[in-house]
C-alpha cells in the first residue's frame, strides 16, 4: 500500500495506506487529518518532508472513506515518518 495525501473538496488534508481508489472515492487506512501545519508552503512539500513544529496532526483511526477527492499525491519515506510522529500541537 502507499502512503498518501488526499486532499477533499469539504473534507480537508487526510494522510494515510491507499487501499482503495473508485473515481471520487478514496478509502485510506491507518489515516489521519491534517487540522493546521507550519514548515511547508504546499502539499507537495509535505509530501516530500512532512510538517514543522506548530503543526496539528490528528490521532489514527483505522479507516476513513473520502467520497470528494480531487488530489492525491503519493508521500516519500521520510514525509510518513514525519506525519506518524507528529502530534497535535496545543
Known amino acids: 500500500m502507499a502512503f498518501v495525501i488526499v486532499r477533499t473538496y469539504s ?7 491507499l487501499k482503495s481508489r473508485e473515481g471520487k472515492e478514496v478509502v485510506l487506512s491507518d489515516a489521519q487529518r491534517i487540522w493546521y501545519w507550519k514548515g511547508a508552503n504546499t502539499l507537495h512539500e509535505i509530501a516530500l518532508r512532512g510538517v514543522g513544529p506548530g503543526s496539528k496532526i ?3 483511526v483505522p ?4 467520497t470528494e477527492a480531487i488530489e492525491i499525491i503519493a508521500a516519500t519515506d521520510a514525509a510518513r515518518d514525519n506525519l506518524r510522529g507528529s502530534k497535535w500541537a496545543k
Open 58 to 60: 490528528s490521532g489514527r
Open 63 to 66: 479507516e476513513i472513506a473520502l
Open 11 to 17: 473534507a480537508g488534508v487526510h494522510v494515510g495506506d
